[in-house]
């Protein structure tokens, strides 16, 4: 399912518009986005948990040179599914 797919069925499970369900959705992600900027984590109770994790730098291998690169410290954004969203898919 893509992004338009997954619009349409939350106007349809809503019974909204189109129009409606993109902008709830937008506000959705721009909110869990800016949340992650900032540090903070967002838990939604029984669906999941989205939150940052920081990556320490390392060293790799390029696979094409086999010669050996640095690869810097990062953030990563992460989701982790709650209880009741793991139970419902068994």
Same mark, same amino acid.
């Given at each position: 399912?893509?992004?338009?797919?997954?619009?349409?069925?939350?106007?349809?499970?809503?019974?909204? $518009?189109?129009?409606? %369900?993109?902008?709830?959705?937008? %506000? +959705?992600t721009?909110?869990?986005? $800016?949340?992650? &900027?900032?540090?903070?984590?967002v838990?939604?109770?029984? +669906?999941? &948990?989205?939150?940052?994790?920081?990556?320490?730098?390392?060293?790799?291998?390029?696979?094409?040179? &086999?010669?050996?690169?640095?690869?810097?410290? $990062?953030?990563?954004?992460? +989701?982790? %599914?709650?209880?009741?969203? &793991?139970? $419902?898919?068994?």
């Amino acid at each position: 399912m893509n992004k338009t797919e997954l619009i349409e069925k939350i106007a349809d499970e809503a019974n909204g $518009s189109k129009n409606e %369900a993109q902008k709830f959705f937008d %506000a +959705f992600t721009n909110v869990v986005e $800016s949340e992650l &900027k900032k540090g903070n984590q967002v838990q939604i109770t029984g +669906f999941g &948990k989205f939150y940052v994790q920081q990556r320490d730098a390392r060293q790799g291998i390029n696979p094409q040179t &086999k010669q050996r690169i640095n690869i810097p410290a $990062s953030k990563v954004p992460k +989701f982790t %599914a709650g209880n009741a969203l &793991k139970d $419902s898919i068994k």
